[in-house]
């Protein structure tokens, strides 16, 4: 661990010490919100005050609970499907290296997923399925695995035509030594690709929640958002400073973080 | 000709697997009134549409004839009704596919000649470092819908500078006098939004690709030989980065049209976005069906057609 921190530059630390302080925030946040997110008897609208720091919505529920729910659920969105779609595309991406006749077909079908913009997909599942908080991660894992199987594939076929895989291939060796010897050039592409589907489901949490889909129950940071942008006076009081930007803050810095992070592979 | 044949074959394969996924993606979704894994709820959900969707779908016959009727619909045109417009799905995207062209095609080709220019320029920059593109990193990552609504925000209701929604002032036709400036007038919010959200994807990857050949043998030698700097930049870097910018354009194309659509939805501008904001807020099925289908096959062919580009750059 230390020897990882030690090889990153200024930057990359304090991004990762804000990514720290978010998943901190997902672990410990809920403990220090005053009113419990879904109590909406609070007086509405109310401007940020000391019982209330980020003031009321106009249905009373506190806007800083609200806002401190958000990073758990952002980072359940984003860990697990993050987590869901790398897992896929880089197995399918050794699946199809390995065995090349299924591979072709693989490939043509992540290419017909990447030309079809995957927004657009899982904004249609989201509005013909059930609105549950599965039914999204599941739809945003299936749609976009493709991304990642392109970018693992290219890397691994580098790694595939390296001297040691093939010389492990000639003399016999199955699958899992194969494994092996990828993983040591293989996971650090593994890490950055994990960081930019975690960013892009944050994306696509707050775009869903736009349109008005996905679980209307939670708290997200992107319900939240909707529902600033939603208040009717929106555009003519100074509501919005305490009601839309906090968690429009809060999603901003979240991917432009990853973002730099992933940055420096060159794959933004 | 053979590569041209090839590129037809898997463009076709393309087609059809859009097809594919179009058709059975309603069947397959829990909750969905089309489904198949949940025959009892599905049908008894049916009830409750009109008999225009029941004829369109026909959801009692067996699969393969529904793929064939399917088929058979699209090949005559026919998308369905909507249900929230009470016409047909073809014609209500007919009409709004040209704005949403317009205003993605201006956005792509302004935000491209901009990104491209500057990602080149900060790359060529003697000891770049990637601290020069954090302000393009921080504007990617707002999301263009809350890119769009803090403009319109600002300069719509604050300001009072620009119109705040349409694409033309209530009471205009494309007759009266005026409407070309109207129209003008009526964009500039929704496209320099467009803009705004597409120019770092195509500057940072520019500057990448530069920085990428900066440090190729080839540029030294180049250096070293006296050419002017003009030269340097047309010759080495333009035209050695040219295939692979084309390649990101293309997928940025697409992310292009999808964020035109959030845009649009935004300042109500009467495109597929403005469509598509509609048919979700309603569970307008057919007309969301009609939407994927014409975008995805909208970004398959601006997909071939950039790949010929490529092709035909990388030949020489």
């Known amino acids: 661990m230390k020897k990882i921190w030690s090889r990153l530059s200024a930057v990359q630390r304090i991004c990762a010490g804000i990514c720290i302080f978010y998943f901190l925030a997902a672990a410990f946040g809920p403990i220090f919100s005053p009113f419990p997110p879904d109590d909406f008897s609070s007086p509405a609208l109310l401007p940020p005050g000391r019982v209330h720091l980020l003031g009321t919505d106009e249905m009373g529920h506190d806007i800083f609970s609200m806002v401190l729910s958000g990073f758990r659920y952002t980072m359940l969105f984003s860990l697990t499907a993050a987590l869901g779609s790398v897992s896929l595309g880089t197995v399918l991406a050794f699946a199809s290296l390995y065995f090349p006749r299924i591979g072709r077909g693989i490939n043509h079908l992540a290419t017909v997923f990447l030309i079809i913009p995957d927004i657009l997909l899982i904004l249609f599942v989201a509005a013909f399925a059930a609105p549950t908080c599965t039914n999204t991660i599941l739809s945003m894992i299936f749609f976009s695995w493709p991304r990642v199987f392109r970018i693992a594939r290219s890397r691994l076929s580098a790694c595939f035509s390296s001297n040691k895989v093939a010389y492990t291939m000639l003399i016999g060796g199955n699958m899992w030594d194969v494994i092996r010897k990828l993983w040591h050039d293989g996971y650090p592409v593994i890490g950055t690709l994990f960081m930019m589907q975690a960013s892009r489901a944050v994306t696509y949490e707050t775009t869903l929640a736009f349109f008005g889909l996905g679980d209307p129950l939670l708290k997200t940071w992107g319900r939240l958002i909707r529902s600033a942008l939603n208040y009717e006076n929106f555009f003519y009081d100074n509501t919005w400073c305490w009601y839309l930007l906090p968690a429009m803050i809060c999603v901003v810095v979240y991917v432009a973080v990853l973002s730099v992070l992933v940055f420096d592979e060159g794959k933004v | ?316």
């Open chain 2, 1 to 316: 000709m053979k590569r041209g044949g090839k590129m037809v074959r898997t463009y076709g394969l393309y087609l059809v697997l859009i097809l594919c996924i179009s058709f059975f993606l309603p069947r397959f979704l829990p909750g969905s009134p089309l489904s198949v894994l949940d025959e009892a709820t599905a049908s008894q959900n049916m009830e409750a549409f009109p008999d225009t969707f029941r004829e369109y779908y026909a959801p009692e016959k067996p699969e393969a004839v529904q793929f064939l009727l399917y088929l058979k619909h699209l090949l005559s045109g026919d998308l369905g009704y909507s249900l929230t417009g009470k016409r047909k799905v073809a014609d209500m995207i007919g009409e709004s596919l040209g704005y949403s062209l317009l205003l993605a095609g201006l956005a792509m080709t302004v935000s491209t000649c901009i990104g491209v220019w500057y990602g080149m320029r900060a790359g060529l920059k003697e000891g770049s470092s990637p601290v020069r593109l954090f302000p393009l990193i921080l504007l990617q990552a707002v999301p263009v819908f809350l890119l769009a609504e803090s403009l319109r925000l600002l300069f719509s209701y604050r300001l009072s500078w620009f119109p705040s929604r349409g694409a033309y002032s209530v009471g205009m036709h494309p007759s009266s006098e005026g409407f070309l400036l109207d129209v003008l007038y009526h964009m500039v919010l929704p496209l320099t939004v467009m803009i705004l959200s597409e120019i770092p994807g195509i500057a940072v990857f520019t500057y990448n690709s530069t920085v990428r050949i900066k440090k190729q043998q080839f540029v030294r030698m180049a250096v070293y030989l006296n050419l002017t700097q003009n030269i340097i930049e047309k010759k080495y870097f333009f035209r050695n980065i040219l295939p692979e910018i084309l390649g990101k354009l293309s997928i940025q194309s697409i992310s292009c049209v999808a964020g035109t659509m959030f845009v649009e939805a935004v300042f109500a501008y009467p495109g597929i976005g403005m469509l598509l904001r509609t048919a979700t807020a309603n569970r307008d099925y057919p007309l969301m069906q009609g939407i994927l289908l014409t975008v995805c096959t909208l970004a398959l062919v601006i997909n071939a057609i950039f790949e010929f580009l490529i092709q035909q750059i990388s030949r020489r």
